[in-house]
Each structure stands twice: as C-alpha cells, then as structure tokens.
C-alpha cells in the first residue's frame, strides 16, 4: 500500500528532510495530502524522480495558467515554459538557452560582486536581518542588472517580487499587470537603444512579444530562489562550525558550498507538480493518466542509495551524483548558472567582509511546506 502524509501535518514543517526522508524508506513513491488542493502522487528515491523528471510522458497541465484572480488581458503572460511541454517546451528552451549559459553567468560575476558589495556596504550598524537587508533584494537587483531596468524604476520591481512571490490573493492579482506593464516597457526601451543585457539578447531571437515580455516578469519570480538559498546557505555553514572554518581557510570550497547547500537545505522542497499523458509506471507504482505528481527534492536529495552520509552537511563532499535542487531533464532551471554564481559571490564576499559573523539569534522558519525559508535571518558582526 502506497502510504500518505499530511502536508499540513507539524514534522513536515518543522523538519520536511526527516519526515519526507522517513516516508522515502517505506516507498519510492507516495501521496501527499494538501489541505484545499487536494492530492498529489510523490515520487522520494533519486533514481525514480531522475527518471520520472525526464519522461517525455509527464507534463505541464495545459490549464495551469488560466488563472481566475488576474485580469483576462494578463493570462497570455502566466503562460511560462513551466505550463508548456513537447515541441512548443523544446522551441522556446533552445531559443533563450544562448542567453543563460554558464559562460554567459560566469561573464555576469563582475556585474554581481558590485551589486553584492553595494549592498554590504550599505548594512545597517549593530545586529542585522541579512535576509530583509541582503539576501532578498540581491536576487532582484541582479536581475533587474540582467535585464536592464533602469535604477530609477528599480523600487517597483522590489515591490512586484515581495508581492508576486505570494502567488495568490488580491494583492498578486493587483501588482500582477503593473509588472507586466514594467516587463513590456523595459522591451521597449531595449528596441530603441540595445544594451549589453538579457532583453537585448533575446530582442535578436524569434521570440514573439507575448514570449519575451513573459520571460522578462516571470524572471522577477523565478529569481526569488537565489533569496532563500543564500539565507539558508549562510545558516547552514554558521550552525556549523567546522565547514564554516574549512572555507574560511580556503576560499575555493566557495562552489562546493553552494552545491552542498543546493542538495542539503535547497529552497524548494517539492518540483512543480506534471501530468501523466498515459498510464505509467515509477517505482513499481502505477500513476493513471492526468493525476498530478511531483517530486520530493527534500528527500531525493538525501538518498542514502546516492549521497553517502546523506543528512551531513559537509562541503567537502566529493562531487558524484547530482542533486536535484534544480530538477532534471528537459525542466532543469534555465537559471541554475546565474543562482549558483550569485549565491557563491554572495557568500564569499559576505564571509571575507565579516570573519567574526554569527548568528544573534535561533531562526525561525516560515510554516510553508512548499519552500524551506527563514522568516529572518538575524546575525552579529
């Protein structure tokens, strides 16, 4: 029998690796209950999700952005990559895929280091909330860099995210279309006078003006994961001391840090739910035609049968089998280069700026069994 869990239930909350990892060894596959949202298949095991994320059989639902809280002029710009599949997935990946290669990230760093010094410099004095004050408005100001939105217009954007980032209600349904007003200005401009940014890439594409100005909003949204990996990363290496020396006394550790804080406390604890277009079958489970399934990143990502010692964080830890933080197959994040560039220059320079930091209080996580984020982030320096 396939068992079920709760996802209101407190131990996914409070700790979603151990529940998710306790349900993981009973079965590779199982149901998730979401109060209001009914049921979910969930797939646990890596090699089960690995595959599961690369069937061609699984999609997104074709219904999936045709959103009723937002205005009817609005929903041609939800339909993102993530609500389309097959061909139509296929030709929008290899068009903007040129633009977010890890060269093109790597190229990028400059750009992040001075955004990221900016706003070290710009801390307040005394104790600090580094997720209010740093890890959330560094995401946006980075992408907001990438695209080319002015300074002057930058404010609004760090208002859609905070507000767009919820997903729902009145207030989503509210900043929603200035954000895709802002999106198809920032286009625009980009037509008139070309930059050395995203927009202008894209400009030299054949992408239609639906695709590019959707891209350009969806970013402000999809951008918001680097926030809580950052966040978590620097939790994690301040709660424990001895990764936190080893990368003080090498800084070159910094890329293994962030893939070990990728696999050991990503942001996203479960995939975007996909559709079965038929019957199949993962992990000796039968999923029936159009029935929602996603897979558990917490507990793939600490699979004994993969990462040996898995519930260690240890940024030594060779470099082997993927984790699956930025999923897998024909939906890995198109942005995967450009987060682990951000988040890597963030916690090196956070760490080279500030050698006695730690943490000035125990923190709290928000009771959302749908990210794994701090509610703040509060540390000495």
């Not at 401009?189 to 992408?207: C, S």
């Not at 590019?212 to 301040?238: D, I, K, R």
């Not at 489970?285 to 040996?308: C, K, L, Q, S, W």
């Amino acid at each position: 029998m396939v068992p079920e869990l709760d996802l209101s239930d407190p131990a996914v909350l409070h700790d979603p690796f151990a529940t998710y990892g306790a349900l993981r060894e009973k079965s590779p596959v199982a149901r998730l209950l979401a109060p209001g949202f009914g049921s979910m298949w969930a797939v646990l095991r890596h090699a089960e999700a690995r595959e599961l994320l690369a069937d061609p059989r699984f999609g997104p639902s074709s219904a999936s952005y045709l959103r009723p809280d937002v205005p009817e002029h609005c929903r041609p710009y939800l339909r993102t990559m993530q609500e389309v599949g097959g061909d139509e997935h296929l030709r929008l990946r290899r068009t903007v895929a040129p633009a977010f290669t890890p060269r093109r990230a790597e190229d990028f760093r400059a750009r992040v280091a001075r955004i990221v010094d900016r706003l070290l410099d710009a801390l307040p004095d005394g104790p600090v909330d580094l997720l209010e004050h740093f890890a959330r408005p560094l995401p946006v100001e980075v992408i907001c860099e990438l695209v080319g939105v002015p300074g002057a217009d930058r404010p609004r954007w760090h208002s859609y995210a905070a507000t767009i980032a919820t997903g729902a209600g009145p207030a989503f349904a509210e900043a929603l279309p200035s954000a895709i007003e802002d999106a198809k200005g920032t286009v625009a401009r980009a037509r008139v006078a070309p930059g050395d940014d995203l927009v202008t890439d894209l400009l030299r594409t054949d992408l239609s003006e639906v695709d590019t100005v959707t891209l350009v909003w969806h970013l402000v949204l999809a951008g918001q994961t680097p926030a809580n990996l950052v966040a978590n990363a620097v939790e994690a290496l301040l709660t424990h001391p001895e990764q936190l020396a080893a990368v003080r006394a090498d800084p070159a550790l910094a890329p293994r840090a962030v893939e070990e804080a990728l696999r050991w406390c990503g942001p996203q604890p479960l995939t975007v739910p996909r559709f079965g277009t038929e019957d199949a079958e993962i992990g000796g489970v039968r999923i029936p035609e159009g029935e929602p399934v996603t897979v558990v990143i917490a507990a793939a990502n600490r699979d004994p049968r993969v990462f040996p010692d898995p519930d260690r964080f240890d940024i030594t830890r060779e470099p082997g089998a993927q984790h699956l933080s930025f999923a897998h197959g024909p939906h890995f994040c198109l942005g995967a280069s450009f987060a682990r560039v951000q988040t890597e220059v963030a916690i090196s320079a956070l760490l080279g700026r500030f050698p006695d930091l730690a943490l000035a209080d125990p923190v709290e996580r928000a009771p959302d069994p749908g990210t794994w984020r701090p509610v703040a982030l509060p540390v000495r320096r």
